[in-house]
């Protein structure tokens, strides 16, 4: 068992070292790691009162080493407890370190040193406020407070110890106000227990109406209260049980709120979700709800490295329905994946990021061994971004073997319009010369779609050759592509 007075040596030490400014990495992180291999396997309940220090309820004695610097940082931020669990983070507790060594921000008070810590910090250690402390008017001393209930002090009436001439004069105690009721300490109760009851419905309506509370608040502190209470109230396996709400019609709009509202830690569960969902209807309402989620989505792209197939095929659908630029790196390094599904997948997700730098992965994609890769990363391409791959698509054109994909390669030169597609499209649609290069029919009035969808001079010049062409399929498709059907 560590004594007591190590971990306030410790403690002192590291609070020094913050404190001082020192620019030696090494020392600070030395100090840490001492600190942290004392703390963290069994954790460690710090606090202090008018009487000294105590440690895991054991009373400190005056005079011990970095005593006395600890219960100055303390009392500077208004804290009287700090509680460490066992296992604790090593970031949650240099933050807490980081704060309690700097300056309070205007009068040092609890609430306010928890509403500066990061959150994760603040809802893995416990920070309370000091034990009652006498009014300032109060003239009482602490020997005088400290004596029993009952004792002769408390009484007005002269100790066996001291003469009676040596007791100051009873003076009347002033009246305590009440405490302030803070609401949102009874919410953290209910939800507490509803989460102890697994009545998730409960949970659910609680959350609602700290949400309803948050925004009706003006005051911006307290709107970070309300921050820390829904992170304490709403663990990850809550918010899970909050998704599954989320499919039910008549809690759909609640559920989504609060999601929202939970951010990263809501768009992390709904991933797990998606990835476990045994139905496709399941995972058609987790995907629906993820859409529609504001922040947080940067965890999405994490998945896309997931050893299942499945996963990844569902998470590179999530980053097309998002349109996450961010995810087109991952995205990238997914277009040789050995299943066909996610490669189809990922084309789509690129097609709908639509960038330029999502050019060069659609250019192997155009060339998959797969038709159906091919179809979908040519159908997703659009101008004006996707006009740097015109001329990758005039090279697909003679080696394509599937009339689906041969097809949609005219059109899609037809929606990018350059030059090069344009010309591209009038050689595919003019006639063969000779019987030997006589060209397939559905392959010649593609390219003419292609060239009505272009637009423009050279294409309605290509269009106007056609109309004397000696097929009369041909002949129709030119003019209804030059407006004349």
């Given at each position: 068992?560590?004594?007591?007075?190590?971990?306030?040596?410790?403690?002192?030490?590291?609070?020094?070292?913050?404190?001082?400014?020192?620019?030696?990495?090494?020392?600070?992180?030395?100090?840490?790691?001492?600190?942290?291999?004392?703390?963290?396997?069994?954790?460690?309940?710090?606090?202090?009162?008018?009487?000294?220090?105590?440690?895991?309820?054991?009373?400190?004695?005056?005079?011990?080493?970095?005593?006395?610097?600890?219960?100055?940082?303390?009392?500077?931020?208004?804290?009287?407890?700090?509680?460490?669990?066992?296992?604790?983070?090593?970031?949650?507790?240099?933050?807490?370190?980081?704060?309690?060594?700097?300056?309070?921000?205007?009068?040092?008070?609890?609430?306010?040193?928890?509403?500066?810590l990061p959150v994760e910090a603040a809802l893995a250690i416990q920070v309370d406020g000091p034990r009652g402390l006498p009014p300032a008017h109060d003239a009482r001393t602490l020997a005088h407070l400290s004596t029993p209930i009952g004792g002769a002090r408390a009484t007005g009436v002269a100790s066996p110890?001291?003469?009676?001439?040596?007791?100051?004069?009873?003076?009347?105690?002033?009246?305590?106000?009440?405490?302030?009721?803070?609401?949102?300490?009874?919410?953290?109760?209910?939800?507490?227990?509803?989460?102890?009851?697994?009545?998730?419905?409960?949970?659910?309506?609680?959350?609602?109406?700290?949400?309803?509370?948050?925004?009706?608040?003006?005051?911006?502190?307290?709107?970070?209260?309300?921050?820390?209470?829904?992170?304490?109230?709403?663990?990850?396996?809550?918010?899970?049980?909050?998704?599954?709400?989320?499919?039910?019609?008549?809690?759909?709009?609640?559920?989504?709120?609060?999601?929202?509202?939970?951010?990263?830690?809501?768009?992390?569960?709904?991933?797990?979700?998606?990835?476990?969902?045994?139905?496709?209807?399941?995972?058609?309402?987790?995907?629906?709800?993820?859409?529609?989620?504001?922040?947080?989505?940067?965890?999405?792209?994490?998945?896309?490295?997931?050893?299942?197939?499945?996963?990844?095929?569902?998470?590179?659908?999530?980053?097309?329905?998002?349109?996450?630029?961010?995810?087109?790196?991952?995205?990238?390094?997914?277009?040789?994946?050995?299943?066909?599904?996610?490669?189809?997948?990922?084309?789509?997700?690129?097609?709908?990021?639509?960038?330029?730098?999502?050019?060069?992965?659609?250019?192997?994609?155009?060339?998959?061994?797969?038709?159906?890769?091919?179809?979908?990363?040519?159908?997703?391409?659009?101008?004006?971004?996707?006009?740097?791959?015109?001329?990758?698509?005039?090279?697909?054109?003679?080696?394509?073997?599937?009339?689906?994909?041969?097809?949609?390669?005219?059109?899609?030169?037809?929606?990018?319009?350059?030059?090069?597609a344009v010309q591209a499209l009038r050689a595919a649609a003019a006639p063969g010369k000779g019987l030997l290069t006589r060209k397939p029919a559905a392959a010649r009035l593609a390219a003419i779609e292609g060239l009505a969808l272009a637009g423009g001079p050279a294409a309605a010049g290509a269009l106007q050759?056609?109309?004397?062409?000696?097929?009369?399929?041909?002949?129709?498709?030119?003019?209804?592509?030059?407006?004349?059907?």
């Amino acid at each position: 068992m560590i004594a007591p007075s190590s971990i306030v040596a410790a403690l002192a030490k590291m609070l020094d070292l913050l404190r001082s400014g020192s620019d030696d990495r090494e020392q600070l992180k030395g100090a840490f790691r001492e600190l942290y291999a004392i703390i963290e396997p069994a954790g460690a309940l710090i606090a202090v009162d008018m009487k000294g220090m105590l440690v895991d309820g054991t009373p400190l004695p005056h005079g011990l080493p970095g005593g006395a610097e600890v219960r100055i940082r303390f009392q500077a931020h208004g804290v009287g407890s700090i509680r460490v669990p066992p296992g604790a983070k090593p970031a949650d507790l240099l933050a807490v370190m980081r704060l309690l060594a700097g300056e309070p921000v205007g009068q040092g008070t609890v609430e306010s040193f928890v509403q500066r810590l990061p959150v994760e910090a603040a809802l893995a250690i416990q920070v309370d406020g000091p034990r009652g402390l006498p009014p300032a008017h109060d003239a009482r001393t602490l020997a005088h407070l400290s004596t029993p209930i009952g004792g002769a002090r408390a009484t007005g009436v002269a100790s066996p110890e001291a003469p009676p001439s040596s007791a100051p004069p009873p003076i009347p105690e002033a009246p305590r106000q009440p405490a302030e009721p803070d609401p949102l300490r009874d919410v953290e109760v209910q939800a507490d227990l509803a989460y102890r009851r697994e009545d998730w419905e409960e949970l659910l309506s609680i959350a609602t109406r700290i949400l309803k509370s948050e925004a009706a608040e003006k005051d911006e502190a307290r709107r970070r209260r309300y921050s820390v209470t829904l992170r304490r109230v709403l663990p990850k396996s809550a918010l899970q049980h909050i998704a599954r709400a989320a499919l039910v019609e008549g809690r759909r709009a609640e559920a989504t709120a609060v999601l929202k509202r939970m951010d990263a830690d809501a768009v992390e569960a709904l991933l797990e979700l998606l990835t476990a969902a045994p139905t496709l209807a399941e995972r058609r309402g987790y995907f629906g709800v993820l859409t529609k989620m504001e922040s947080g989505t940067d965890r999405i792209v994490t998945r896309l490295n997931h050893p299942d197939w499945f996963v990844v095929r569902n998470v590179a659908e999530l980053c097309g329905e998002l349109r996450l630029a961010g995810a087109v790196r991952s995205l990238s390094e997914q277009v040789a994946h050995r299943d066909e599904r996610v490669r189809r997948a990922v084309a789509g997700a690129l097609g709908k990021i639509g960038s330029a730098e999502v050019l060069a992965p659609l250019r192997k994609l155009i060339n998959d061994p797969e038709p159906v890769v091919r179809l979908q990363a040519v159908q997703c391409l659009e101008s004006p971004w996707g006009r740097g791959l015109a001329m990758s698509l005039a090279v697909r054109l003679p080696d394509e073997s599937n009339a689906d994909v041969l097809r949609e390669l005219h059109l899609a030169l037809g929606r990018l319009g350059t030059p090069e597609a344009v010309q591209a499209l009038r050689a595919a649609a003019a006639p063969g010369k000779g019987l030997l290069t006589r060209k397939p029919a559905a392959a010649r009035l593609a390219a003419i779609e292609g060239l009505a969808l272009a637009g423009g001079p050279a294409a309605a010049g290509a269009l106007q050759e056609l109309l004397g062409d000696d097929d009369e399929a041909v002949r129709e498709a030119a003019t209804r592509g030059l407006g004349r059907g």
